[in-house]
């Protein structure tokens, strides 16, 4: 069964803090994505990776970075979180873009206070 | 940029009741597909249309993709408890790694 795993379902961080938030996929997937999800915004993409090493900015990347050192993992760095970083953090890979579906894990539910 | 579409943001409906989504990206997609995410869940994925004008069905739902494959529709006929969700579309555009999704569309089925 494939499997998306994400380091925390829950996080509650201080403004300020440095945040890393993990993923991990077991399918060999080549591409790997990080979103945010806000109520009446849908899914917007953070970051996305298509190789170990490489990474593109998605739609909304400021106040983020991420790093894929190896294949089946991809991190999400908060470097200084902030109250409007407060969000549903949802990971997913993907073999190809252009023929396969998306495998989500199942979110981390992220808290700055 | 790219932008994905949906509406309505928000849908009410009877028990037994149709239900429809429409999606539309402002680029044209290589192939679209739909995803359920239920309350306190994550998007699971429903289907992929390939093909301009394709439509697929599964049991209830029907899946279109428009001609100008800038567009896609999801209907759901006599829905059940069970759809509840927000419905997303998303796709890649021609080229490039990237993908879109888009803003949802949040079904309540009032029993």
């Known amino acids: 069964d494939v499997k998306v795993t994400q380091s925390s379902r829950y996080l509650v961080k201080r403004t300020g803090e440095k945040v890393f938030l993990e993923c991990v996929q077991d399918?060999?997937?080549?591409?790997m994505f990080w979103y945010r999800q806000d109520p009446g915004l849908g899914l917007r993409l953070i970051y996305f990776?298509?190789?170990?090493?490489?990474?593109e900015k998605g739609d909304i990347p400021e106040g983020y970075s991420v790093s894929r050192e190896k294949k089946e993992r991809f991190s999400l760095i908060l470097e200084s979180a902030s109250t409007n970083q407060t969000s549903m953090y949802l990971c997913?890979?993907?073999?190809?873009?252009?023929?396969?579906?998306?495998?989500f894990g199942p979110g981390t539910r992220l808290t700055v206070t | 940029g790219q932008q994905v579409m949906q509406i309505p943001q928000y849908q009410h409906v009877q028990e037994g009741e149709d239900f429809t989504t429409y999606c539309n990206s402002s680029?044209?997609?290589?192939?679209i597909q739909w995803y359920k995410q239920r309350p306190g869940g994550h998007p699971v994925f429903l289907i992929q249309?390939?093909?301009?004008?394709e439509v697929k069905k599964q049991k209830r739902l029907t899946f279109q993709f428009g001609e100008a494959k800038k567009n896609s529709s999801l209907h759901i006929t006599a829905t059940q408890t069970t759809d509840v969700g927000t419905y997303f579309c998303?796709?890649?555009?021609?080229?490039?790694?990237?993908?879109?999704f888009g803003t949802g569309t949040s079904l309540t089925v009032i029993p």
């Open positions: 998303a796709g890649p555009p021609n080229t490039g790694n990237q993908f879109y």
């Open positions: 399918m060999d997937h080549e591409n």
């Open positions: 997913a890979s993907i073999d190809s873009p252009f023929a396969h579906e998306q495998y």
């Open positions: 249309l390939v093909k301009s004008g």
């Open positions: 990776s298509y190789d170990v090493k490489m990474k």
């Open positions: 680029t044209t997609l290589s192939n």
